[in-house]
T-cell receptor
Framework: DVKVTQSSRYLVKRTGEKVFLECVQD?????MFWYRQDPGLGLRLIYF???????EKGDIPEGYSVSREKKERFSLILESASTNQTSMYLC???????????????FGNGTRLTVT | RKEVEQDPGPFNVPEGATVAFNCTYS??????FFWYRQDCRKEPKLLMS???SGNEDGRFTAQLNRASQYISLLIRDSKLSDSATYLC???????????????FGKGTHLIIQP
């Protein structure tokens, strides 16, 4: 079974702090994703990566950056956390080529971030 | 903007009944389709892929209608444990201009009542 592991289940940070959310997958998947999920808004894609050192903006990249230095690890960075970034953050991975995202996503169990 | 639409529900269904819901998509170039299940405060988990010929997995049947651009999920003999939110996901061709190829519906909330 694919395992996607997110480093923290719950996180509380203060406004202005720099926040790192880490995600590791163990199935040698090419594609990795960061989503946030908010009530009434569904899942929204922040960034994704289809290869090491490659990244693509999703629907809501503002206020976030990402890093993919190794194939198995994809980090989401909040440069200066704000209260509107309080959310559930979900990492996912999938196999396959970058052109055709035809493989299903496998999700980590999420990080619930609260920014006070 | 390519979209995926679902009836948010909730669908309140008695145990043992059959329930079906649809998901419409606007991108006619979409290549693949999936149903995910999400329990409260948990991550989405793949329920099944949706193939052109339709597919069945136990009590669950998924179908694709390309002409009308929707996918459907049918649950027979519903169980209390089927209560969850069901998300459809439509993957299109990644155009390089953004993440247009990955679109989640907002989910249909299903409640199975004893």
């Amino acid at each position: 079974d694919v395992k996607v592991t997110q480093s923290s289940r719950y996180l509380v940070k203060r406004t202005g702090e720099k926040v790192f959310l880490e995600c590791v997958q163990d199935m040698d998947h090419e594609n990795m994703f960061w989503y946030r999920q908010d009530p009434g808004l569904g899942l929204r894609l922040i960034y994704f990566s289809y290869d090491v050192k490659m990244k693509e903006k999703g629907d809501i990249p503002e206020g976030y950056s990402v890093s993919r230095e190794k194939k198995e690890r994809f980090s989401l960075i909040l440069e200066s956390a704000s209260t509107n970034q309080t959310s559930m953050y979900l990492c996912a991975s999938s196999e396959g080529q970058s052109f055709f995202l035809n493989s299903p996503l496998h999700f980590g169990n999420g990080t619930r971030l609260t920014v006070t | 903007r390519k979209e995926v639409e679902q009836d948010p529900g909730p669908f309140n269904v008695p145990e043992g009944a059959t329930v079906a819901f649809n998901c419409t998509y606007s991108n006619s170039a979409s290549q693949s389709f999936f149903w995910y299940r999400q329990d409260c405060r948990k991550e989405p988990k793949l329920l099944m892929s949706v193939y052109s010929s339709g597919n069945e997995d136990g009590r669950f049947t998924a179908q694709l209608n390309r002409a009308s651009q929707y996918i459907s999920l049918l649950i027979r003999d519903s169980k209390l444990s089927d209560s969850a939110t069901y998300l459809c996901v439509v993957n299109g061709m990644y155009s390089g201009g953004g993440a247009d190829g990955l679109t989640f519906g907002k989910g249909t909330h299903l409640i199975i009542q004893p």
